[in-house]
């Protein structure tokens, strides 16, 4: 394959872009995304050597092969794995793992959970089409229940996971939800997500044209948009609808939604969000799933926190252990403290 | 005190077994331990079960340790044994019927109470219905004697009674002539903070000692001369010690940084135990979630440049297989060390096996070959994992090592190699790559694929679980390019053999009537039977196989100058298969799975069958 010299210039989005043909289908939300991450790669002036995308199975799967960058395309299941063990082993490298809803919540949700815990210093990039698409089309663990799909002929009994709550639980440092129809929404997340120091979650709501299409209209249409989404920003109130004219208030750690036309309710008495709430998070987490229908998907930096990363800590402690026990000639630990003669 | 007789006796073979929580795995070790200080020649073979405390007092709970010492030919800790120390009922009924007629029973009376009996499933007391008459019986009431030299100490009665070990080594060393000198430094600095304790310790030790010189029981003491072996530095090691030191030096060998992902496994673990204590040499150990993300992360880290290492045992193994599996489509270097234990599933945790070698050369979805090795002594396993990341990073392939856990767990003496004796290691790693145009699957003369790892402006690259082509490793699914990728695959491991030594006759004769073919632990107890064959007028010979795949070339010219081939193995007939496969020899095996070593007795009589019949 080629590879482009790219010191000493000023990158663009196509200096990311490999030889290699793109193969989602026509109308796939995937696009949208890989060109994204290539503008924002470019716009942050990161070093393609530098830079490592890793991914599992599935039809986001293949982004890495469309990436001028270092990368790696895995096993079903398992990017989240494979990037830990990359980072612990090369911590300075800028990893970016690309995972979906069957590949990072299912077959490979047990890695989500350790890897959020340790914070490595990741950006997982969760692509939620809430349905298996490669394998033409079987209920997802996102799917919502009753789903007509392949294999639920007559509606899908499994409920579903809430990908954000399951991230907050698992101690994650940075949840984010951003959606393949807003460019420069994605495009900001993305650049947050990098910027934190820490395992970035952000979940991309995409559309998968083909087994699951419109999954998100009410979140992306112009028509619903507006009335069933929140974008979060930090220190702001809560508010949404057309003319912003809905806010969320708490009664006590119940979110209630009020309409800031007709009823007496203030802005200042709204619910603000703050990043570093945990608690709120949670509740935000929530917002139009099971229970919460009523509310609006949030989209945005839920919540953010600073941790120490995993590899960070690795690296200290070596040192530590170097400082207060030197480095002895190696052998010195061949032979061991008890050695004798023959 | 009396003079007592000195008996000289060349070989000794003795059993420590006591309750779980009687710490017998750890008399065994200092006994090791101090055999070797004495230069003699010391094997060791340590059982316990899984449980960490099964019932006190029962035979499930049982925990032995045997060892053989003495000269120069000692290579199995020994079919039977001479001296039989039992802590309890439990113990003495497990281990009666490997113990010599004649032999000796060290027996401690407070473990023999009616509690004890009814426990151990005794209706009468062995020690008083003369059920015991083919035996000496020395009757030592050591609970009682320890606490009593300990009336001074300070420690509550329960911690008084744990001493009860020490004095029973301390007896033990007495009996043979003994200086405690290790097992001294031993207590003192694993206690030296807590005084207390590692006073009422030596006392035990001591205690136990003395007792011998002052006892009128026992009228004489063994005099076991020391070996004849190869003048040297000596250490001791263990082969999961040896596995973590072996991976280490190859690692300061190939100039790379060493990274150990890993999930802990019964009998896999202390490799990561080592590993993780030798962060001042650079090295990182990464304990996963599970076996399968310890394997992805060894392939994420085997990219990122480093000498990447997973370990496991044989359930683990299973796991592991689909990420090896893309460790052997991706061509990256690592090694995966598989410490076998019995199975199928959870089934032996703590005992011995090698029943992992078809799984280890084949079981793997798709044509997937790997070159898999085995150790065949505790000191071996150091050697071994060097070559295991030399074969690794020199042909960039995934390899499989396996040991077992009478390797893991058995200590020898090991005249060790400095550092500089080792050869050094060359990968394939770029680092310096100049021309405009790069392919990860452009290949040296051996086959290996270039190793470009991220950092390098001209080297990027993509890598993937998909077939490619051959030349730009780009994604295809052309039919030619399967069979080519797939053709290569394979030639590139059994190029290996090129790099491997050529089989010898380990020891016995060089052509004759029958060559016993191991492989792995069994090496000691097939070394012994075959030199005491040769020794008796018979025609065998010993070959010991350490390199699984590919096999060492020459290996039919050696099968040629036998009239007849058995393969001993612990499983059902497993290398047997392979030979029988690639060589179509009719090679005779032997076969046994009870979690235990194979005794010399059985071996020998089927050698001796195989030569009488036609």
């Known amino acids: 394959m080629e590879t482009t010299s790219v010191q000493n210039k000023k990158l663009t989005a196509k200096d990311f872009s490999s030889d290699q043909e793109v193969k989602w289908c026509p109308g796939c939300g995937d696009y949208a995304v890989l060109a994204q991450i290539q503008k924002v790669l470019a716009e942050l002036n990161k070093s393609p050597e530098n830079t490592v995308f890793v991914s599992g199975i599935g039809c986001s799967s293949r982004f890495t092969y469309y990436m001028n960058t270092y990368g790696m395309h895995g096993i079903h299941g398992r990017p989240l794995a494979i990037a830990s063990g990359l980072k612990v082993a090369r911590p300075e490298l800028d990893i970016w793992v690309i995972t979906g809803d069957g590949d990072c919540l299912s077959i490979g949700g047990n890695h989500l959970i350790h890897e959020l815990r340790r914070n490595l210093n990741l950006n997982i990039i969760m692509f939620n089409n809430r349905i298996y698409a490669l394998t033409k089309g079987q209920y997802s663990p996102t799917s919502e229940q009753q789903k007509i799909t392949a294999t639920s002929p007559y509606g899908s009994i499994d409920y579903p996971i809430n990908p954000l709550a399951l991230a ?7 949840v984010s939800r951003t959606s393949d129809r807003d460019l420069q929404h994605m495009n900001d997340t993305f650049k947050k997500a990098s910027a934190h120091k820490g395992s970035s979650f952000v979940e991309v709501y995409q559309n998968c044209k083909i087994f699951n299409d419109d999954a998100f209209a009410a979140y992306t249409e112009k028509e619903q948009k507006l009335e069933h989404t929140i974008y979060t920003e930090q220190g702001k109130p809560l508010v949404f609808g057309k003319e912003k004219e809905f806010g969320i208030i708490l009664d006590g750690t119940t979110p209630k939604i009020v309409n800031l036309k007709t009823d007496s309710v203030s802005e200042s008495n709204l619910w603000i969000h703050d990043v570093a709430d945990k608690q709120k998070a949670f509740l935000l987490s929530q917002f139009s799933m099971p229970g919460y229908e009523q509310f609006p998907a949030a989209f945005g930096v839920i919540y953010k926190a600073e941790r120490p990363c995993y590899e960070d800590m690795l690296v200290q402690k070596i040192d530590t252990v170097k400082k207060k026990r030197g480095t002895p000639s190696i052998n010195k630990v061949l032979s061991g403290s008890n050695i004798w003669e023959i | ?57 029962t035979v499930a709970g049982v925990s032995s340790f045997q060892i053989q010492f003495g000269n120069e030919d000692v290579l199995t800790a020994g079919d039977e044994y001479d001296v039989l120390v039992a802590m309890n009922a439990a113990a003495l009924k497990t281990s009666l019927k490997s113990l010599k007629k004649g032999g000796i029973i060290i027996a401690n009376e407070n ?50 009674e744990r001493c009860k070990n020490m004095f029973a080594l301390g007896f033990v060393y007495w009996l043979f002539n003994r200086k405690p000198d290790n097992t001294v430094e031993f207590i003192e600095s694993k206690f030296a903070k807590k005084p ?6 030596l006392k035990a030790l001591y205690s136990g000692y003395n007792y011998g010189d002052i006892t009128e029981a026992i009228s004489f003491q063994y005099d076991v001369p020391e070996a004849k072996l190869e003048k040297g530095t000596y250490r ?39 590993l993780s204590g030798y962060l001042n040499f650079g090295v990182k150990t990464f304990q996963a979630e599970d076996e399968i993300a310890a394997m992805c992360a060894a392939v994420g880290g085997a990219y990122g440049g480093i000498l990447s290492v997973t370990g496991t045992s044989g359930p683990g193994l299973a796991l592991k297989t689909e990420a ?71 042909y960039m392939t995934p390899v499989i090592l396996l040991s077992d856990s009478f390797l893991a767990n058995g200590a020898e003496g090991w005249k060790f190699p400095p550092i500089e004796q080792m050869p050094p290691i060359k990968s394939t790693l770029i680092k310096e790559y100049k021309e405009s145009t790069f392919s990860p699957y452009k290949r040296n003369e051996k086959l290996a694929r270039n190793w470009a790892v991220p950092g390098n402006p001209n080297t990027i690259h993509r890598i993937g679980s998909l077939e490619k082509n051959p030349e730009t490793g780009n994604v295809s699914y052309f039919p030619e390019d399967h069979q080519k990728m797939t053709d290569i695959r394979k030639q590139k491991i059994e190029n290996i053999a090129d790099s491997i030594p050529a089989q010898k006759i380990d020891n016995g004769v060089e052509k004759g009537d029958v060559l016993v073919v191991g492989w792995g632990s069994t090496y000691g107890v097939i070394k012994t039977v075959v030199d005491n064959m040769v020794k008796s007028g018979y025609n065998v010979g010993h070959t010991h196989i350490k390199y699984m795949n590919p096999l060492p070339q020459n290996l039919e010219d050696l099968f040629k100058r ?12 497993q290398l047997i298969k392979v030979l029988r496969e690639k060589y179509l020899i009719p090679a005779v095996g032997y076969n046994k799975v009870q979690g235990i070593p194979m005794t010399q007795t059985e071996l020998t009589n089927k050698i001796l069958e195989l030569i009488n019949t036609k």
């Open chain 1, 168 to 174: 907050l639980g698992s101690e994650a440092t940075f």
């Open chain 2, 1 to 57: 005190m009396k003079t007592k007789t000195l008996v000289k006796k060349e070989n000794v073979v003795i059993k420590f077994a006591g309750d779980s929580g009687d710490g017998m795995q750890l008399v065994g070790y200092q006994f090791t331990y101090n055999a070797a200080y004495a230069k003699n020649k010391a094997i060791n073979f340590p059982e316990f079960p899984s449980e960490i405390r099964a019932p006190k007092g």
């Open chain 2, 111 to 160: 473990g023999f109470d009616a509690k004890n009996l009814k426990l151990a499933k005794y209706d009468t007391n062995p020690l008083e219905n003369n059920s015991l008459e083919a035996y000496q019986v020395f009757l030592l009431p050591i609970e009682t004697l320890t606490i009593e030299a300990l009336k001074d100490s300070t420690l509550t009665k329960p911690d008084k």
């Open chain 2, 196 to 201: 207390d304790v590692r006073d009422a310790n």
């Open chain 2, 236 to 274: 001791g090691i263990m082969g999961n010690h040896a596995i973590a030191l072996g991976l280490l030096t190859a690692s300061q060998k190939a100039d790379l940084s060493l990274v150990y992902y890993s999930y802990p496994i019964t009998p896999a673990t202390d490799i990561l135990k080592h």
């Open chain 2, 324 to 394: 090896l599996n893309l460790a052997i489509m991706l061509e990256l270097p690592l090694v995966v060390v598989n410490v076998q234990r019995g199975g199928p599933s959870t089934g032996l945790p703590t005992k011995m096996e090698q029943s992992d070698l078809l799984f280890s050369l084949y079981g793997r979805p798709g044509d997937s070959p790997i070159p898999v090795l085995a150790a065949s002594t505790p000191s071996d396993c150091f050697y071994m994992a060097f070559e295991a990341s030399r074969i690794a990073l020199e």
């Open chain 2, 562 to 573: 036998f009239k007849k081939i058995l393969v001993p193995e612990l499983n059902t007939g």
